[in-house]
């Protein structure tokens, strides 16, 4: 079975063999403690504990062009330091908000999610409908460098291709912090309730646009995750309402078109508890979601009995149990054994691995879930 036929008949309760094997990915300050700890600083981490430690003959996958769609803004804003005081620094982001951060990193760490960076905003980019005017500017969908043109030869690579083949978009609520700051849309979304609609509207055909120039080359994706982190350790940022009203259309429309054009796999990416949020992407059409945060009050077990087979899950394994180690750890994934046992679950730490994991205790973690999804 290939890595593409795996993932696919999992997250469609089909596979009655090996579950993928992820056990998630360490940040950069999670790499410099490993090796410090004994990583090789010329292998990779994965090499070092798939290969050299665990010795799992994963199915390997030829390689096949990029898709490589660039949905942010064109042009950035200009990265800069604007002031150096004490222990941290002022910054503007390429997304044109003013922050302050730990002096131990700088404004490339923002770019990508490289490490835990913990920042305080000043100033967001949308404050008022001048700026708002002035976004729009740098959303042009027909931006040529936003979508590559492929070759014959690359669309028959494509179609060939024994791996998942899955694009990340951001969800307009995500979007629309990204431009209004937090505080700024909640603010919104009570006393600008026809703004916010105006915006999402604008990203959902932004994104259709964008979508539409990929599909229009006879490229299938496998799965789409919308990157929406919407909601807090206890509850969603937004009430349930408000996501039905503003949201839910969104998703609605996205989802019925991606799937008419061969998408099988649709995850919500969200961080915090989603419980009030399962059944409106449910709703939507949505199949699968993560990363199932265990701090916060998720429980795979519970979605799993509550939901059956309308939702699919990736992560919830507890990052605490994992830095535990020990019997901890084992505990934890004996928990969640019916649910990967039932189909529909890629077990996985549920975030990035933070740098409180010792190599020994990751390792420890690693051999055991394969073990768990058949590989050992």
């Not at 008022?128 to 030869?153: G, I, L, N």
């Not at 694009?167 to 006393?191: D, I, M, S, Y």
């Not at 259709?208 to 080359?217: C, D, N, Y």
Request: with cysteine.
């Amino acid at each position: 079975m290939t890595n593409r036929e795996m993932y696919l008949k999992t997250l469609i309760f089909e596979n009655s063999g090996k579950v993928p094997f992820e056990p998630g990915g360490p940040r950069k300050s999670t790499i410099e403690r490993w090796q410090n700890e004994g990583l090789p600083k010329d292998v990779s981490w994965w090499d070092y504990i798939v290969r050299d430690k665990l010795n799992i003959n994963l199915p390997h996958s030829k390689p096949v062009p990029g898709i490589h769609i660039d949905f942010r803004m064109i042009p950035w804003f200009k990265e800069k330091i604007l002031e150096h005081k004490n222990d941290s620094y002022i910054i503007q982001d390429w997304m044109g908000s003013v922050l302050e951060i730990s002096d131990k990193y700088d404004y490339t760490y923002i770019r990508n999610a490289v490490d835990f960076v913990t920042r305080r905003w000043i100033k967001c980019p949308v404050e008022t409908r001048e700026d708002w005017v002035k976004m729009k500017k740098r959303y042009d969908p027909d931006t040529p460098q936003r979508v590559r043109t492929f070759t014959p030869d690359e669309i028959r690579q494509i179609y060939e291709r024994d791996s998942f083949l899955c694009v990340h978009v951001n969800g307009p609520f995500w979007q629309l912090r990204e431009w209004l700051g937090f505080e700024g849309l909640c603010t919104a979304f009570l006393e600008q309730p026809d703004f916010v609609a105006e915006m999402v509207g604008f990203w959902q055909d932004y994104v259709l646009r964008i979508f539409e120039r990929i599909f229009s080359q006879g490229i299938v994706l496998d799965g789409i995750n919308i990157s929406e982190d919407m909601a807090y350790k206890a509850h969603c940022m937004i009430s349930p309402a408000m996501t039905r009203e503003f949201l839910l259309p969104v998703y609605k429309k996205w989802i019925a078109y991606f799937k008419s054009n061969g998408v099988k796999i649709i995850d919500m990416d969200s961080d915090g508890y989603i419980a009030e949020l399962i059944p409106i992407w449910i709703e939507a059409g949505i199949n699968v979601c993560d990363p199932i945060e265990v701090a916060a009050h998720n429980d795979v077990n519970l979605y799993r009995n509550a939901y059956g087979e309308k939702m699919a899950y990736r992560g919830g394994v507890d990052k605490r149990a994992i830095a535990a180690g020990g019997r901890v750890i084992e505990d934890e994934l004996r928990k969640i054994t019916p649910v990967i046992e039932s189909g529909g679950f890629i077990p996985s730490c549920d975030h990035g691995v933070p740098s409180d994991i010792s190599l020994e205790n990751f390792i420890y973690y690693c051999r055991l879930l394969a073990q768990y999804t058949g590989w050992l």
